[in-house]
């Protein structure tokens, strides 16, 4: 039986048809505690990075990594899937960024030199590579910032119920609302690469992970098919 998806935005409900009832709302400051525990079961320990320095496998979270998901989520531009019991199934953390942080300065570079946990610096170089390697600020002249889904995570018993797509079209939404033009998009994981793809994100950088080295040697090598690092940009409306 097919029963109603529907999704609040101020006030207002939109409905698709889908076998399951979820509900798209942003996320408030009460979800902190419940969207933490929800990333701590999937995006800790799932994401190909995470995964290959074995991130989390000793503690069952990261300090740092906490840090980087707090950061932009209450920003006003993160927001959750809720069941019909009000638990939160899906997630996707945005925040708004500028195309380029410093003409001389690289932030994840910095973050990185100072960093203390090893495993976490390795997955701050790799940012930092890719910063430099997209250059989005040269292929953008125009824009001064954008919006960047930075983290986005599903329960397990929810996949492939198309709550991410949901959640991506709200962030587009409300990223329009803010007249901002392009919605980035990093993919650390094929699955996330194929997504962005079928959601209409163009690949402005792809970099294998066996290439991006320091000392000579592969910062981090996740296993296959997550072969590649990519940046991902989707521009939303055309300057008139």
């Not at 946990?117 to 940012?127: A, D, E, T, V």
């Not at 430099?132 to 002249?141: A, I, N, Y």
């Not at 590649?228 to 409306?237: H, I, M, N, P, S």
Request: hydrophobic share 40%.
């Amino acid at each position: 039986m097919h029963i109603f998806i529907q999704t609040c935005l101020d006030g207002k409900y939109t409905e698709r048809m889908s076998m399951e009832p979820y509900f798209i709302k942003p996320v408030e400051k009460d979800d902190v505690d419940a969207v933490m525990k929800l990333l701590k079961k999937t995006f800790f320990i799932d994401e190909p990075m995470n995964q290959a320095v074995a991130l989390c496998v000793e503690t069952g979270t990261c300090p740092e990594l906490e840090e980087y998901c707090f950061h932009s989520l209450l920003e006003g531009l993160s927001y959750k899937a809720l069941d019909s019991d009000g638990n939160i199934v899906g997630v996707i953390i945005n925040g708004v960024c500028p195309l380029k942080e410093d003409q001389n300065d690289n932030v994840f570079l910095s973050q990185a030199q100072r960093c203390t946990n090893p495993k976490f610096q390795k997955i701050l170089y790799i940012l930092a590579k890719r910063e430099d390697g997209s250059r989005l600020w040269e292929k953008f002249p125009d824009e001064t910032v954008l919006v960047e889904v930075k983290v986005a995570a599903t329960d397990p018993k929810w996949r492939r119920r198309g709550i991410m797509n949901e959640l991506v079209k709200v962030t587009e939404k409300a990223t329009i609302d803010r007249n901002i033009r392009l919605l980035r998009m990093d993919t650390s994981s094929a699955y996330s690469a194929m997504s962005a793809q079928r959601l209409g994100f163009t690949c402005m950088y792809s970099a294998p992970y066996t290439e991006i080295k320091m000392d000579g040697k592969p910062l981090i090598v996740p296993e296959p098919p997550h072969v590649d690092d990519r940046v991902y940009v989707k521009t939303l409306f055309e300057r008139l």
